[in-house]
């Protein structure tokens, strides 16, 4: 089974709906990120989690909110999702030098 | 201005050649660095990190650090075609920043 999990994979919405991008984890690992990927510019970081009472605003945390249900779960949503925010997304942990990305959720806004 | 700048490419090498990618950032307290290989519709992927002016070296790849410039690069020798991918330079002070990638392309 693979350390870092997203779901869903896929994720066709409409302008104004909420969405949620779900991650898990079976590392152990207090630290979790999640990130964007557009073409050309790389990875954005939304929102970080240091442990379960520790988050942090990222550079593009706009119409981003974030939970952290637990040490191995870290949700993202869009309260109302737009079409600039289609995107490919990225969950990820770190434990010392190294971040472990889960697969990436694609999602297309209508 | 974005934190940390790479160029974007497409860099195109011969198989055998070096390849070589480069990467600066703006914040002068940043502590640690990395660079990150991620093919096509796939998750970057964790290839150095490097703390110390210098260089590091782990078989065909070498990182090369100067603070004092705000520089880092990575060097590949006798690349290969598998090692055509995105190469993503990562920051970190207190979170990490990626800069936007360079896209390398190895010839046969």
């Known amino acids: 089974d693979a350390d870092v999990t997203q779901t869903p994979r896929n994720r066709i919405t409409k302008t104004g709906k909420r969405i949620m991008l779900e991650c898990s984890q079976t590392?152990?690992?207090?630290?979790m990120y999640w990130y964007r990927q557009d073409p050309g510019l790389g990875l954005q970081l939304i929102y970080y989690?240091?442990?379960?009472?520790?988050?942090n605003k990222g550079e593009i945390s706009d119409g981003y909110s974030v939970s952290r249900q637990a040490q191995a779960k870290f949700s993202l949503s869009l309260e109302s999702a737009i079409p600039n925010q289609t995107a490919l997304y990225f969950c990820?942990?770190?434990?010392?030098?190294?971040?472990?990305f889960g697969p990436g959720t694609r999602l297309t806004v209508l | 201005q974005k934190e940390v700048e790479q160029n974007s490419g497409p860099l195109s090498v011969p198989e055998g050649a070096i390849a070589s990618l480069n990467c600066t950032y703006s914040?002068?307290?940043?502590?640690?660095f990395f660079w990150y290989r991620q093919y096509s519709g796939k998750s970057p992927e964790l290839i150095m990190f490097?703390?110390?002016?210098g260089d590091k070296e782990d078989g065909r790849f070498t990182a090369q650090l100067n603070k004092a410039s705000q520089y880092v690069s990575l060097l590949i020798r006798d690349s290969q075609p598998s090692d055509s991918a995105t190469y993503l330079c990562?920051?970190?002070?207190?979170?990490?920043?990626f800069g936007a990638g360079t896209r390398l392309t190895v010839k046969p």
């Open positions: 490097i703390y110390s002016n």
């Open positions: 989690s240091f442990d379960v009472k520790d988050i």
């Open positions: 990820a942990t770190r434990s010392g030098n190294e971040q472990f």
């Open positions: 990562a920051v970190n002070f207190n979170d990490v920043r």
């Open positions: 914040d002068r307290g940043s502590q640690s």
């Open positions: 590392k152990g690992h207090d630290r």
